[in-house]
């Protein structure tokens, strides 16, 4: 198997174990530990243990990394799981959050206009509609 298709494995499979643990964690946190399948248990249960020894980061990054090794085999890579890369920062990532500029008093005087504005399609609709039905009841006649 090439290299390229160890790295697509590798790269859907760590997407997947991140995916995987935190759903795990969450659910367990939730009281659905029962619900979960027994690998994820095992993995859980290896992850709580860990926690009495080392941080919580440290004992998240070693567990996805464990059920990350777990996929990748299971996945059909070749040999040990290749170390995953590092996250690079992507735009959703780098979101800046503005502030909404206030309105001033001449905008808050004319706040009713996107209303009307709205409002005014609908309106010629309805008339129109109207102006039909009075033709062709005329017509008819």
């Given at each position: ?32 530990f029962d619900d ?65 500029p206030q309105p ?8 009713t206009s996107p ?27």
């Amino acid at each position: 198997m090439s290299s390229s298709s160890n790295a697509s494995i590798a790269k859907k499979a760590w997407t997947k174990a991140e995916a995987d643990f935190a759903t795990w964690l969450m659910m367990a946190k939730l009281g659905g530990f029962d619900d979960l399948p027994p690998n994820a248990q095992s993995f859980l249960t290896n992850y709580r243990t860990r926690l009495e020894t080392m941080t919580e980061a440290e004992s998240t990054a070693l567990a996805a990394r464990e059920v990350y090794s777990a996929y990748y085999n299971e996945m059909g890579g070749v040999g040990a799981a290749p170390e995953p890369k590092p996250r690079t920062a992507t735009t959703a990532d780098k979101v800046e959050r503005r502030p909404k500029p206030q309105p001033s008093l001449s905008a808050a005087r004319h706040s009713t206009s996107p209303v009307i504005r709205r409002s005014l399609p609908a309106l010629l609709i309805f008339a129109c509609m109207v102006a039909l039905i009075v033709a062709y009841r005329i017509l008819t006649q």
